[in-house]
């Protein structure tokens, strides 16, 4: 079995491609970003991990599924009642269905199993923990939840500093701590270094655990930036060079194995990890397909 750590975007992608190889993965997955809007639990990386999985995500934006409508998000605001997120008539079942159960006494790892489970996914989808962890940027003007600086304020803002509110008291859950004992090796996907991966490895039990196994990080910096999103600013306010360096100290306590893109080459060597090559853009499931052969074969 492979353990997957992972956010959105970069790994639900690299996901599509490692699922079509094997059915023995556990995605660990962060729950740093989630919030409750309109009176349900929104899980943004679980979600895009399951509608990427079962081949149902909006390719076009990486978040929802593809061919959502907005009719409800829509007549709220005609209502006068306006959502902090654009939320799909699809997907909101989704979050509607995770809500009843935790209401019900449901944990968020069996309400997740639960979910995934009517997505048609095999892979283990698991929340990083149980407890509530909340990402939070300390800005010039302010601090304020990730999602109100990345979708109100669109990531204008200059950020000083990241913390994850609440983390001190989470502990990895049963089910995570199982899958990372059992697994044969970690593979870290391109996503956020700061807001997807840290909370992971900031939950009790989680780090610990990495030293002894063979971990491969996919750099989501190609040169000295990110594909998509807010990785760059978010890694300078942490101190970090934005590049695939930076990446690698990030996790250089249990790096074993850097995958760059073809055209960070020049990086390729030996350093206290290995760094190795790879075109790691995801333009579709063949281009993902091709990078997770590339990647298992360093897990054999
Ligand atoms: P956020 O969008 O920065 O909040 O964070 P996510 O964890 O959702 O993931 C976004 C990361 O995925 C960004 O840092 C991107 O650089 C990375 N990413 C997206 N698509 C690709 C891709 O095709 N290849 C690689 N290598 N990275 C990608």
């Given at each position: 079995m492979i353990c997957v750590l992972s956010g959105g975007t970069g790994t639900p992608k690299f996901l599509q491609g490692l699922k079509e190889l094997t059915e023995e993965i556990a995605v660990i997955v962060n729950t740093a970003e989630d919030v409750w809007v309109s009176g349900n639990k929104i899980c943004p990386d679980i979600d895009s991990v399951i509608y990427a999985m079962a081949g149902v995500i909006d390719e076009s934006k990486w978040w929802g599924i593809k061919n959502d409508t907005f009719i409800t998000h829509s007549r709220l605001r005609e209502l006068g009642f306006d959502e902090s997120m654009m939320i799909g008539d699809l997907d909101r079942a989704t979050h509607i269905i995770r809500s009843e159960l935790l209401r019900k006494g449901y944990s968020l790892t069996e309400t997740t199993r639960s979910l995934k489970n009517r997505f048609g996914v095999k892979a283990e989808i698991l929340p990083m923990c149980e407890e509530e962890v909340a990402t939070i940027v300390l800005t010039k003007d302010g601090e304020m939840?990730?999602?109100?600086?990345?979708?109100?304020?669109?990531?204008?803002?200059?950020?000083?500093?990241?913390?994850?509110?609440?983390?001190?008291?989470?502990?990895?859950?049963?089910?995570?701590?199982?899958?990372?004992?059992?697994?044969?090796?970690?593979?870290?996907?391109?996503?956020?270094?700061?807001?997807?991966?840290?909370?992971?490895?900031?939950?009790?039990g989680v780090r610990e655990r990495l030293i002894d196994k063979k971990v491969i990080v996919i750099s989501p910096i190609l040169g000295n930036k990110p594909v998509s999103g807010p990785a760059a600013k978010l890694m300078k306010a942490k101190g970090y060079e934005v590049s695939p360096l930076g990446v690698a100290e990030v996790y250089k306590d249990f790096l074993n194995v850097l995958v760059v893109d073809e055209g960070d080459k020049g990086l390729v060597g030996f350093y206290e990890y290995e760094i190795v090559a790879f075109p790691t853009i995801m333009k579709g499931k063949d281009d993902a397909v091709k990078l997770a052969e590339f990647v298992v074969e360093f897990l054999i």
């Open positions: 939840h990730f999602q109100e600086f990345w979708i109100k304020h669109k990531g204008e803002k200059e950020v000083l500093d990241v913390v994850f509110r609440g983390v001190e008291k989470a502990k990895a859950t049963k089910d995570v701590l199982n899958a990372l004992d059992k697994c044969k090796g970690v593979v870290i996907g391109p996503s956020n270094p700061i807001t997807s991966i840290l909370p992971i490895l900031s939950v009790k």
